[in-house]
């Protein structure tokens, strides 16, 4: 792969294993509407925006609860998770280090609300890692559409040919081909369902980048 002045991560899933937390945690917090919904559902809307995501675990449940009081639900349970389970895929860490040293700059663009964003990375130790972290509240159109990966090319000042991103999702991978970025699509047992043919390249573990 070749070398880029600005390096866009995605971060659930693609930074961090969260992706099945969440699933988990939105089965939970349809069960407290008396619902059991196989959080591997999740898989098929991975990396869309909430609305689209919370209406699809709401039809599988067949409940019709008010927004916020989901929400706070999911938050409690959400959060419980990434405590006892939140861990960083495997090289993440080193690489994005290794960028940093070398003077390279680097974001995280996701589509999750900021709260999930900075909880995360606080958590991991990992916020000062990056130039510019890009939530859900600071864009109005989210994932496929590439409106945040345009605004973190914006404000790190690089064009979309100086620039890679990373992701774990279809929409996400979209949005980065949309901003006309290369993207390199992260494998991950809980993402082997999405289609990633029009990737630049494939990777299953950041230390295979870090070996060139």
């Known amino acids: ?36 919904v196989d959080y591997h559902i999740y898989q098929q809307v991975m990396g869309e925006d909430w609305a689209t995501v919370t209406q699809h675990f709401f039809d599988h449940a067949n409940i019709t ?44 663009v996701s589509s999750a609300a900021n709260w999930m964003v900075d909880k995360i990375l606080q958590q991991l130790n990992l916020t000062a890692q990056f ?13 496929p559409d590439p409106q945040a990966y345009l605004l973190a090319l914006e404000r790190l000042g690089v064009k979309a040919d100086q620039a890679v991103i990373f992701e774990d999702s279809e929409a996400g991978l979209k949005a980065g081909l949309a901003a006309n970025c290369d993207v390199v699509a992260i494998a991950h047992k809980f993402n082997q369902r999405h289609c990633f043919e029009n990737a630049t390249a494939h990777v299953s573990d950041f230390r295979l980048l870090l070996e060139k």
Do not use: W
């Open 1 to 36: 792969m070749k070398e880029y002045q600005a390096y866009l991560f995605d971060m659930d899933g693609t930074l961090v294993n969260s992706e099945p937390l969440k699933g988990q945690a939105l089965a939970l917090a349809c069960k407290e509407y008396d619902a059991d």
């Open 65 to 108: 609860p008010e927004f916020s009081e989901f929400n706070a639900h999911f938050r409690r349970h959400y959060e419980r998770l990434l405590e006892d389970e939140l861990s960083l895929n495997i090289g993440a860490r080193d690489y994005i280090e290794r960028l940093n040293q070398r003077g390279l700059a680097c974001a995280v």
């Open 131 to 143: 130039q510019v972290i890009i939530g859900r509240e600071d864009v109005i159109k989210h994932k």
